[in-house]
């Protein structure tokens, strides 16, 4: 660890563990928190999430895609 240099994300946390906060479910909750209210493709724009785990997010959040398909089909049809 350098002053003024960012940490790596292992880094930080490693440094979180040794406090006693565990990242692992928080990231899991925030993500299907995310995946109950954003549209695959919008989830995998997110660092480290790629389209086919963003789908596995959404399957687990209950979310099959037909609100975002409709959302699309309107605009296009109200020729947005």
């Given at each position: 660890m350098r002053p003024g240099q960012?940490?790596?994300?292992?880094?930080?946390?490693?440094?979180?563990?040794?406090?006693?906060?565990?990242?692992?479910?928080?990231?899991?909750?925030?993500?299907?928190?995310?995946?109950a209210e954003l549209p695959p493709p919008d989830l995998a724009?997110?660092?480290?999430?790629?389209?086919?785990?963003?789908?596995?997010?959404a399957h687990n959040a209950q979310r099959d895609g037909s609100a975002y398909l409709t959302a699309c089909v309107t605009d296009r049809d109200a020729g947005g």
């Open positions: 960012p940490l790596s994300r292992k880094a930080f946390n490693d440094q979180l563990a040794r406090h006693g906060v565990k990242v692992g479910p928080a990231r899991t909750a925030a993500l299907i928190a995310l995946a724009e997110l660092p480290g999430v790629h389209i086919r785990s963003a789908l596995k997010w």
